[in-house]
T-cell receptor, first 116, second 115 residues
Framework: AQSVAQPEDQVNVAEGNPLTVKCTYS??????LFWYVQYPNRGLQFLLK??????LVKGSYGFEAEFNKSQTSFHLKKPSALVSDSALYFC??????????????FGGGTRVLVKP | GAGVSQSPSNKVTEKGKDVELRCDPI?????LYWYRQSLGQGLEFLIY????????KSGLPSDRFSAERTGGSVSTLTIQRTQQEDSAVYLC?????????????FGPGTRLTVT
């Protein structure tokens, strides 16, 4: 079975400071990793994904994420946070074998609050 | 272009009634997924379709839940004899294919409240 852990329920950061949202995963075989963001009363928006290749992937709105195979982590980062980045962030993984590996398994979510 | 659309956006129903939730995927997307988001359980997978067939329906919580997809496009999630624990936001997503490298694009969700 695959699983995702987001150890922080909430992250507070001042505007202009670096933002990091942590994610670790467990999956058999090669992991396919995704980050999504959810604004209030909205669906999930895709930010970025890691499939293969470069461990640092860049995505929408200035976000990037670093894949670390030995630590089974995929932390989301932004060099300079904006107040508008305040939202709920979800890490997700796909992997394993067969049809069951095609679904996304999500972490519990991390609420980010960026203060002016 | 148009994204994933879902209807209704909100549904309030009495315990014991049946409800139907609809999802219109992005045009050309062959894979369609249903998830449920609730405070206690987070985001849970329910079922997915590749074309009109459902290779994985392992997330459906009980036999009161069923889903179908017709014409490789619109999907309907039906909940029979609703219970209060069915209250949640039901999210639909679609992707170009079922392969694991494809990202899923989500609709705005249907908020279901069972009274």
């Amino acid at each position: 079975a695959q699983s995702v852990a987001q150890p922080e329920d909430q992250v507070n950061v001042a505007e202009g400071n670096p933002l990091t949202v942590k994610c670790t995963y467990s999956v058999s075989g090669n992991p396919y990793l995704f980050w999504y963001v959810q604004y209030p009363n909205r669906g999930l928006q895709f930010l970025l994904k890691y499939i293969t290749g470069d461990n640092l992937v860049k995505g929408s709105y200035g976000f990037e994420a670093e894949f670390n195979k030995s630590q089974t982590s995929f932390h989301l980062k932004k060099p300079s946070a904006l107040v508008s980045d305040s939202a709920l962030y979800f890490c997700a993984v796909r992997g394993g074998v067969g049809a069951a590996g095609n679904k996304l398994t999500f972490g519990g979510g991390t609420r980010v609050l960026v203060k002016p | 272009g148009a994204g994933v659309s879902q209807s209704p956006s909100n549904k309030v129903t009495e315990k014991g009634k049946d409800v139907e939730l609809r999802c219109d995927p992005i045009s050309g997307h062959t894979a369609l997924y249903w998830y449920r988001q609730s405070l206690g359980q987070g985001l849970e997978f329910l079922i997915y379709f590749q074309g009109n067939s459902a290779p994985d329906k392992s997330g459906l919580p009980s036999d009161r839940f069923s889903a179908e997809r017709t014409g490789g496009s619109v999907s309907t999630l039906t909940i029979q004899r609703t219970q209060q624990e069915d209250s949640a936001v039901y999210l639909c997503a679609s992707s170009l294919g079922q392969g694991r490298s494809y990202e899923q694009y989500f609709g705005p969700g249907t908020r279901l409240t069972v009274t």
